[in-house]
């Protein structure tokens, strides 16, 4: 089990966005650049004409860690924690975790897409690479 | 002296151990009393407190005496205090304030304390219960979810990239937790005083990549305490003043993931911009490590040397070890003498610059020392002198 977001206003848009299979950045329209983490003022320009938009759900592995400490009894190990830079969003990193291969095949610079998985309200948008 | 320069006057530290007995209260008044004696202060001089972060009812192990606590347990009155973390983030930015303060004659002589409780807050849950919270907002939203619960996790990150953009090896990283732990067996107030081997450090099990268990500090409970006087009221002191020559902290985003670099760097670059100083004038450095790698950060950031360079700086360990060109961490750093979480850096500073370090002293009369605090988006950097 994983600990869950509580949400709000303000991040609502990013953690269901996966219910219909969408990554969902605020993105600002005036000067057209993302914002994360979601806020209702555009760090860039300071517009409040902020909403979110659908991205590509891809991108490239920015750095990782395989993890190996069970940090609670409970939790599985080891697994890989990873900085995702998100494709057509410059300046956005997720963290998130790399699944569906071995801790060990995984390497900066990999490619990577986007897979939701739900627990609750909520869709946490997790990562495999791309063959 | 000016009132234009602020000093670390007198320093102390209560016992350091792990799952004390003793109140946390009393571990910083044991420091307290320490420091005064040093100064040959009395509490009825002292008119101002400073701490990081604050009491955090949450986490009470973390920072479990808060200022307002101490002032009234001590009898202080205070003109000027800082309960909370404010600007100038990291835990040393409490001196910062504390300078500030005793410059712009607020006050004149500020105990500036960090209390650490977190080994015996985990041995006592009754007395200092963790509270769960069924969901996490704020920064934590962007972490905890994905299991990176942990700042070693979101420390490994930045360190992997190291390994692979820079080619920095573990036998490098290794040479800050080594040097930490033959330093600490020197000092007997350090928490962990049985030799390290390259051979174990190697065979150590990994916490998160490319940190093993010798990278990462681990819980202590220790009070430490430094006073910041006013330049024109350190007539009044017995002891050596040690003048803040510099400092300098910055956050740009507060965040472990969005930020490209850890804040370690515009910081380091920062301070010599408030000095004549440079790197070449330092006799010692006493960097944040409360994991290994970033000594390493703090190294580059401060411009010893270039980035990605600070694997092989350290190299061997020659030049960082106690009798080197650059002696690091000389009373084992936080691996070594405990998490006393960023007041220790400061600490020993004054030690090292006061010739007060006995076995573990540096040779050659230091005159100026760098003690920093933080990790990822939470820098300070103190350049201290003795004129
Ligand atoms: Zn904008």
Redesign the pocket.
Known sequence: MRTLPRLDADNRAFWTGGKDNELRLLR?K??A?FIHPPRPV?R??L?ENVAPEAVAGTGVIDTFTVNYQKWHPAMEVPFVIARVAIDGAPGVILTTNIVGCAVDAVDIGDRVRVTFEQQDDVYLPLFEKIA | MSRSDAYITGIGQSEVGMRLTRHPLLLTVDAVREALDEAGLSIAQIDGVSTYPGRSPALLGFSPVGADELIDALGIRATWWRRRRGNHASQLGAVVAAALAVRCGQARHVICYRTVYEAAALARPDEYPMQRRDRVDGFSQWTAPFNALSAACWTAQYAMRHVKKYGLTREQLAQVALTDRANAMLNPRALVREPLTLDEYMSARMISTPLCLYDCDRYTDASTVLIVSAGDAVDEVSCTPIRIAAMAGSVERHSWDQAEWMACYPTGADLWKHTDYTPSDVDTVQLYDGFSFQVITWLEALGFCELGEGGRFIEGGERIALDGELPLNTFGGQLGAGRLHGFGFAHEAVVQLRGKGGARQIAGDPRVAVSTSGGGPLATALLLARD
């Open positions: 600002c005036d000067c650049r555009c860039y320009c517009s």
